[in-house]
């Protein structure tokens, strides 16, 4: 079955960096684009960003834009988020997401991640 395992998640200082790193299993990794979308408490889930099959395109919610990197490792069935200039804002659970046409849409458990201010 399919598995999508986050890490990397904790508590940072404002301006501070992260990596979130998410270990996929059960799938054809290189043939699915991935995702990350984050969610805080009482807020909907919301995208954050987005990388294709081969990792050479990806996509952001503008308020990451320039500050968060998604990339891929197609070898090691990984996809990272590269989290810079973190604000108290960007405190929530992220969680990783792989959307396979007519096979399902599946996420992780989720990461937290806390920024202090």
């Known amino acids: 079955q399919v598995q999508l395992v986050e890490s990397g998640g904790g508590l940072v200082q404002a301006g501070g960096s992260l990596r979130l790193t998410c270990a996929a299993s059960g799938l054809t990794f290189r043939s699915y684009a991935m995702a990350w979308f984050r969610q805080a408490p009482g807020k ?63 996420w992780g458990q989720g990461t937290q991640v806390t920024v202090s201010s």
């Open 44 to 106: 909907d889930r919301e995208f954050v960003a987005a990388v294709n099959r081969g990792g050479d395109d990806t996509r952001y919610a503008d308020s990451v834009k320039g500050r968060f990197t998604i990339s891929r490792d197609n070898a090691k069935n990984t996809v990272y988020l590269q989290m810079t200039t973190l604000k108290p804002e960007d405190t929530s659970v992220y969680y990783c997401n792989a959307d396979m046409p007519g096979l399902g849409n599946y």
